[in-house]
């Protein structure tokens, strides 16, 4: 006589963007997510002009400005008293 094993189901966690709303939910976590952000916008402009500290410091304000910018038309959408 053979027994039927029922199969445990498995559930697929969403770990990783639990871990992720976690962290960009808080003071500190927002800190960081921004503070990497603003590395790799760095480094790709750095990487993008080479050794030309001209034209990566000019890219560099061009981007600082544009994201300004955006951050400011966002927050006057998400505002609408």
Same mark, same amino acid.
């Given at each position: 006589? =053979?027994?039927?094993?029922? *199969?445990?189901? =498995?559930? $697929?966690?969403?770990? #990783?963007?639990?871990?992720? %709303?976690?962290?960009?939910? =808080?003071? +500190?976590?927002?800190? +960081?997510?921004? #503070?990497?952000? @603003? &590395?790799? $916008? $760095?480094?790709?402009?750095?990487?993008? %002009? !080479? /050794? /030309?500290? /001209?034209? &990566?410091? *000019?890219?560099? #304000?061009?981007?600082?400005?544009? !994201? =300004?910018? $955006? #951050?400011?038309?966002?927050?006057? @959408?998400?505002?609408?008293?």
């Amino acid at each position: 006589m =053979t027994r039927k094993y029922k *199969k445990k189901s =498995t559930s $697929v966690s969403n770990s #990783g963007s639990d871990i992720f %709303t976690l962290i960009s939910y =808080t003071f +500190v976590g927002k800190l +960081v997510l921004y #503070g990497f952000i @603003a &590395f790799l $916008v $760095v480094l790709i402009t750095a990487i993008a %002009t !080479a /050794d /030309d500290f /001209d034209k &990566f410091f *000019k890219s560099l #304000g061009v981007e600082i400005l544009i !994201a =300004t910018l $955006v #951050g400011w038309i966002i927050s006057l @959408a998400l505002k609408k008293n």
